[in-house]
C-alpha cells in the first residue's frame, strides 16, 4: 500500500501563491489534486499522468499547475492568484494502475493522502 503525504498548506490572502508537495512511498501512476470545503462534496482539481499529461478544472485553471518529480515520487501544486472560495482542504490521491478514462473521476484513485488545509483570506 502507497502511503501519500502532503505539505505545504496554510494560510494566504487573497491573490497570493502556495505550493502544495505530496510525496509518495512507492510508485503511483496518474496523481492528482483533489479539494473539499466545509459543507460540500470533495471536487477534482487537476491531475498529472506519470508521463507528464496534465489537466486543470476550469475553476483553476491559468492560476494552478500540478507537476512531478518521478525521481522523487513527488507531486506538486503551485497555487497562484488564491481567491477565497479556494478555501478547503486539499488532498493528493493516486491511481495504482493506468486508467483510460477521465482524470476527474475520483473513482479511480486507490491512494489518498490526508489532507493539507489552505485557507484564503479577503
Known amino acids: 500500500q502507497v502511503q501519500l503525504v502532503e505539505s505545504g498548506g496554510g494560510l494566504v490572502q487573497a491573490g497570493g501563491s502556495l505550493r502544495l508537495s505530496c510525496e509518495a512511498s512507492g510508485r503511483t501512476y496518474t496523481m492528482g489534486w483533489f479539494r473539499q470545503a466545509p459543507g460540500k462534496q470533495r471536487e477534482y482539481v487537476a491531475a498529472?499522468?506519470?508521463?507528464?499529461?496534465?489537466y486543470c478544472a476550469d475553476s483553476v485553471k491559468g492560476r494552478f499547475t500540478v507537476s512531478r518529480d518521478n525521481a522523487k515520487n513527488t507531486v506538486y501544486l503551485q497555487m497562484s492568484s488564491l481567491k477565497p472560495e479556494d478555501t478547503a482542504v486539499y488532498y493528493c490521491?493516486?491511481?495504482?494502475?493506468?486508467?483510460?478514462?477521465?482524470?476527474?473521476?475520483?473513482?479511480?484513485?486507490?491512494?489518498w493522502g490526508q489532507g493539507t488545509q489552505v485557507t484564503v483570506s479577503s
Open positions: 490521491a493516486g491511481r495504482n494502475k493506468i486508467y483510460s478514462g477521465s482524470f476527474s473521476n475520483i473513482l479511480t484513485y486507490g491512494y
Open positions: 498529472i499522468s506519470s508521463v507528464g499529461i496534465t
